[in-house]
């Protein structure tokens, strides 16, 4: 596609359910990366893949948060076990070579209650 | 882990007025990334600073890489209420891949 979509726009979950979120990157971008945004300011780097492969996941809390690219499908974000504090605003970007302007979708709205 | 450290965190001014926004880090980076983002959206790129001392114009807005490329700044002049928005800083490290983002101005301009 021309933009990078991401589903759903909002996502509602209990404490302790399990939310997955989705992003098709932009056709031919290689690059793909997720961030959080907490409070409409702070943009927290979560995780980047190079294809189907992951190039960092310094940002990622390990213990309920995975990510996957893989082939054909779009890319995902999945948290088990949501915890209040994951309430947030979700964005991926994506950008064809490893350096350069990172293109965004217009986020996922995570609500956790 | 690069730290970008973004000042004001909010400024509100007038129509007309001038202001300057700061990102600044102790790490050098390979390139920064001035973004804008709008309510409901994600960030649009604005521009890609490179080189030590690079000052790029787009229309009213003026950027600035120090040197050692380790700050930049943003300076608006004649602000206008379209100027709105979250501003953010990205500093890519020497291998250029990963953006890591500054915490943001956020600019109210009021008409």
């Known amino acids: 596609g021309e933009e990078v979509a991401q589903t759903p726009k909002h996502l509602v979950r209990g404490e302790g359910q399990k939310a997955k979120l989705y992003c098709a990157p932009i056709k031919g971008h290689s690059y793909v990366f997720w961030y959080q945004q907490v409070l409409k300011n702070e943009f927290k780097f979560l995780i980047s893949f190079q294809n189907e492969n992951v190039f960092d996941e310094t940002g990622m809390p390990k213990e309920r948060f995975s990510a996957k690219c893989l082939p054909n499908s779009p890319c995902s974000l999945e948290i088990q076990a949501t915890k209040l504090e994951d309430s947030a605003v979700y964005f991926c970007?994506?950008?064809?070579?490893?350096?350069?302007?990172?293109?965004f979708g217009e986020g996922s709205r995570l609500t956790v209650l | 882990t690069q730290l970008l450290e973004q000042s004001p965190q909010f400024l509100s001014i007038q129509e007309g007025e001038n202001l300057t926004v700061y990102c600044n880090s102790s790490s050098v980076f390979s390139s920064l990334q001035w973004y804008r983002q709008e309510p409901g959206e994600g960030p649009v790129l604005l521009v890609t600073?490179?080189?030590?001392?690079e000052v790029k114009k787009l229309k009213r807005l003026t950027f600035q890489f120090g040197d050692a490329r380790k700050d930049s700044s943003l300076h608006i002049t004649a602000a206008q209420p379209g100027d709105t928005g979250l501003y953010l800083c990205?500093?890519?490290?020497?291998?250029?891949?990963?953006?890591?983002f500054g915490a943001g101005t956020r600019l109210t301009v009021k008409p």
């Open positions: 970007a994506s950008r064809r070579t490893g350096a350069g302007e990172l293109f």
């Open positions: 990205a500093g890519a490290d020497n291998n250029n891949n990963d953006m890591r």
């Open positions: 600073v490179v080189t030590g001392g």
